[in-house]
């Protein structure tokens, strides 16, 4: 009931594309859910996140899309850029910590 | 500082070995989190102070993993006994709020240890 699922594990996208990542969940509790990205080496850096109240955030490139009554999220990333080539991370947010999906590697090609 | 820092970057421990990793959090964060990150997965959750209180220590793994942080800022995680299923990035997040609301964590570099 804590976790989060996420899909897919890899993801190619052409420049100019739209890639689309999806998580679901099961624990209605969960009340906070972000998106992080992550390159090699590094931290994962925040992008964009979402309360369950709102059913869509865009922010520049980056829109959450969230379901509440399927208890899905995704991420939609515009115009998808290789710089844009890391990890991608959901996660969702019970109480105070963070619990994460498997994660995403997306390659955008040039 | 701008962000969360962490050092040292690497660690190298041979099985047994006790080791300390340190996080210095965003100046001002009232909130700290410890995660540990295994190879190709997402992060894990091993605990959380608020201030200098430990609130959630539930995903430490073993009772070798203790995590301090006795001024309310920076904190020190101390794995004893090192084994090979600890070897992972151990990354710290701080956040500004207590806990209760809006949680934006922000998320150091990480250090990777191995346990050789």
């Known amino acids: 009931q804590q976790q989060v699922k996420q899909s897919p594990q890899s993801l190619i996208v052409q420049k100019g594309g739209i890639s689309i990542i999806n998580c679901a969940y099961e624990?209605?509790?969960?009340?906070?859910f972000p998106w992080y990205q992550q390159f090699p080496g590094k931290g994962p850096a925040l992008l964009i996140a979402?309360?369950?109240?709102?059913s869509e955030k865009k922010e520049g490139r980056f829109t959450i899309s969230f379901n509440k009554s399927a208890k899905q999220f995704s991420l939609h990333i515009m115009d998808s850029q290789p710089g844009d080539s890391a990890t991608y991370f959901c996660?969702?947010?019970?109480?105070?910590?963070?619990?994460f999906g498997t994660g995403t590697r997306l390659k955008v090609l040039a | 500082g701008a962000g969360v820092s962490q050092s040292p970057r690497y660690k190298v421990a041979k099985r047994g070995q006790d080791v300390a990793l340190r996080c210095d959090p965003i100046s001002g964060h009232v909130s700290l989190f410890w995660y540990q990150q295994a190879l190709g997965q997402g992060p894990e959750f091993l605990t959380y102070f608020q201030n200098e209180a430990q609130l959630d220590k539930s995903g430490l793994p073993s009772d070798r993993f203790f995590a301090e942080r006795p001024e309310g800022s920076v904190s020190t995680l101390k794995i004893q006994r090192t084994q090979q299923e600890d070897s992972a990035v151990y990354l710290c997040?701080?956040?500004?709020?207590?806990?209760?609301?809006?949680?934006?964590?922000?998320f150091g570099p990480g250090t990777r240890l191995t346990v050789t």
């Open positions: 997040a701080s956040s500004a709020d207590t806990g209760l609301g809006i949680h934006e964590q922000y």
């Open positions: 979402i309360r369950p109240d709102v």
């Open positions: 996660a969702a947010s019970p109480v105070w910590e963070y619990i």
């Open positions: 624990n209605t509790a969960f009340d906070y």
